[in-house]
C-alpha cells in the first residue's frame, strides 16, 4: 500500500517537473501564426459588424417571410458573396461606407416593417446586397496571396450566419417574438441610418 | 471530507505554481475605437436622468395602452430617434434640445399617471416628436474618433433595453394596486421632467 502511494507521488512529481521543463510559447493567438486564409476569411466576417449585420438582418427577413425564403437565400447569399468578391479581388477598388449604410438602412428597414416581399423581389435583394458587400470585401483583398481562399471562408461564414439565423425565425409563432425580430430590424436600420449620418458629417 | 480539506490548497497551490511559471503577455486590452466605442455608446443613454425616465415612460406608456402601441412604439422610437442623431451629426440647427428633452419626461410621464388613451397614431406622432430631441442630442454629442457603427450599435440597443425596462415595469398593470404603481411612476417621471426642466431655463 505504501509503496503503491509512493509510486503515485513519485508519477505525480515526475509529471509535474515535466510541466516546468515544457513551458513554451501557447501560439494560441491569430495574428502570430495565422490559421490559414480560410479561416481568416471566417474570422473577417464575424470581426466585421459592417458585414455581418446585414447578412443577419438578410436572414430575419427570410426567416419572417418563411422556409422558401430561407432556403433561397441560403444558397444565394453566399454564392452572390463570392462571386461579388472574385470581381472585387479582380477589378475592385475602394471603399463603398454611404453604401453600406445603405444597405444596412434597407434590410433593416424591410424587417422592421415586416414587408410582405415576394421570393423574385428577395432573390434580387438577396444578391444585390450580397455582390455588393462581397465585392468590398474583394477589393481589400490581395488576389496574389490566396484570396480566393479568403472568399471561400467568407461565404462559409455567410451560408452559416444565414442558415443559423433563418431557422430561428422562420418557426417563431408567439407575437411577442415575431415583435422581437421587428425591433432588432428596427435597430439595424437606425443605425445605419446614424451611420449614413456619420459618414456625411465625416465627409464635410 | 477531510482528505479534501488537506488536498484543495495544496493542488491549488501546485496549479498556481505551475500557471505562474507558463504567463504569458495576455494581450487583452481592447483596440481604440473598437469595444470601447459600443461601450461608450451603450453608456450615453443609461448615463443621463434625462434620457432614462423619457425612455422609461415609453415602454411605460406602450404597456398600458397595450397592443398594438406595446410593439409599434418600440419598433418606431429608434428609427425616428436614429433621424433626429443624423440632423445632430449634420449639424442641422434645431432650438431648445434640453427642453424638448425635459418636456418629453413631462408629457410622456403625465400620459402615464393620466392613463391617456389617445388614438394609435397620435401616440406614435408624440413619441416620434420627442424621439426627434433624444436623438438630436445623442448624434451632436457624438465624440470623434469613435467607430460610427458600434457607437451607434451601442446607444442604439441602449435605448431599445430602456424601453424593455419600462414594458416590463408595465407588466405590473394589473389590478387596482398595481394600476396605480404604474401610474405612480409615470408622476415620478412627470416631476423629475419638471426639475430637468427648471434646469434648463435657468
Known sequence: ?????????????????????????????????????????????????????????????????????????????????????????????????????????????????????????????????ACFHGYLNGAGINRFDDGTYALLGLALAVFVVVALFASLVVPLRQQWTRVAVRVAGSWIAASGLLMLGWTLHAAR | MKRWRGMAPRRLLAALVIMLCHVQAADAHILKGEAVSFLSGFKHPISGLDHVVAMVAVGLWGAQLGAPAIWILPVAFPLVMAVGGMLGLLGVPLPGIELGIAASAIMLGGAVMLRLRPPLALAALMVGFFAIFHGYAHGSELPAGENGLLYSLGFVIATGCLHACGITIGLVNRGTWGKRAVRFAGAAIALTGVFFLRKAIA
Request: some cysteine; overall charge positive.
Open chain 1, 1 to 129: 500500500m505504501m509503496r503503491r502511494l509512493a509510486g503515485s507521488r513519485l508519477t505525480k512529481l515526475l509529471a509535474s517537473a515535466a510541466c516546468f521543463l515544457l513551458p513554451a510559447a501557447a501560439e494560441a493567438h491569430l495574428p502570430a501564426i495565422g490559421l490559414g486564409p480560410i479561416y481568416d476569411g471566417v474570422f473577417h466576417l464575424f470581426l466585421s459588424p459592417e458585414d455581418l449585420i446585414p447578412v443577419i438582418a438578410l436572414a430575419l427577413l427570410c426567416g419572417q417571410r418563411g422556409a422558401p425564403f430561407g432556403r433561397r437565400a441560403l444558397w444565394l447569399v453566399p454564392l452572390a458573396w463570392f462571386l461579388g468578391g472574385m470581381f472585387g479581388m479582380f477589378w475592385g477598388s475602394g471603399r463603398g461606407s454611404a453604401l453600406t449604410c445603405v444597405s444596412f438602412l434597407a434590410v433593416g428597414g424591410l424587417v422592421a416593417a415586416n414587408a410582405r416581399i415576394s421570393l423574385p423581389v428577395l432573390t434580387v435583394v438577396a444578391a444585390l446586397l
